[in-house]
């Protein structure tokens, strides 16, 4: 069965920083991308970011360019999201997701496996 | 980047009905398009790809259409399960955009 299990969230303060983890099980996790998807409390979806199965091309949404990294060990089947100086507009349900891989894109395509999602809460 | 605009935000509509929500583009987005259903406290849920295709074991009452600019997601007979929100979504290389959503209500 393919799973993804997020874990990593909790309460942080202002510029404070955290380190979400991914683990996925049931696919050759290389050989897809992977995304991050977050959503604030009563709203709608976000991209986040996202990275190529290799693991080379990464990119990220403009309102967090800079303040968060995405990376993947694919020794381990484990995608990783380093979030720093953040912000109260931060505090979301953060998911990760597989992306769909039928034309070999690196970024691949839709996202047809998500995880449930860990909890970051920013507030002092 | 592509903007990606649903309509309604909001629907209500009785079992049996057939439901069309309408995603617009701000520019062609030729036919990377996703379809989600989310329902409260879960993971949203593939249930089209590229405008048209049905995701394996998604129900055949869902359907969606379009290319370019405008697409529907289609529910040919709601049923109570449907109850949920909808997201569009549009893919190509690095870029992930999606819609605002629209919350699908049994009357």
């Known amino acids: 069965e393919l799973q993804l299990l997020e874990s990593g969230g909790g309460l942080v303060q202002p510029g404070g920083s955290l380190r979400l983890s991914c683990a996925a099980s049931g696919f050759t996790f290389s050989t897809y991308a992977m995304s991050w998807v977050r959503q604030a409390p009563g709203k709608g979806l976000e991209w986040v970011s996202i990275?190529?199965?290799?693991?080379?091309?990464?990119y990220n949404a403009d309102s967090v360019k800079g303040r968060f990294t995405i990376s993947r060990d694919n020794s381990k089947n484990t995608l990783s999201l380093q979030v720093n100086s953040l912000r109260a507009e931060d505090t979301a349900l953060y998911y990760c997701?597989?992306?769909?891989?039928?034309?070999?894109?690196?970024?691949?395509?839709?996202?047809?496996?998500w995880g449930q999602g860990t909890m970051v809460t920013v507030s002092s | 980047d592509i903007q990606m605009t649903q309509s309604p935000f909001t629907l209500s509509a009785s079992v049996g009905d057939r439901v069309t929500i309408t995603c617009r583009a701000s520019q062609s987005a030729s036919s990377w398009l996703a379809w989600y259903q989310q329902k409260p406290g879960k993971a949203p849920k593939l249930l089209i790809y590229?405008?048209?295709s049905l995701e394996s074991g998604v129900p055949s009452r869902f359907s969606g259409s379009g290319s370019g600019t405008e697409f529907t997601l289609t529910i040919s007979s709601l049923q109570p399960d449907d109850s949920a929100t909808y997201y569009c979504?549009?893919?190509?290389?690095?870029?992930?955009?999606f819609g605002q959503g629209t919350k699908v209500e049994i009357k």
């Open positions: 979504q549009h893919y190509n290389g690095f870029s992930r955009t």
């Open positions: 997701a597989k992306a769909q891989n039928t034309y070999n894109w690196d970024y691949g395509e839709a996202f047809d496996v």
């Open positions: 990275i190529s199965g290799s693991g080379d091309n990464t």
């Open positions: 590229k405008a048209s």
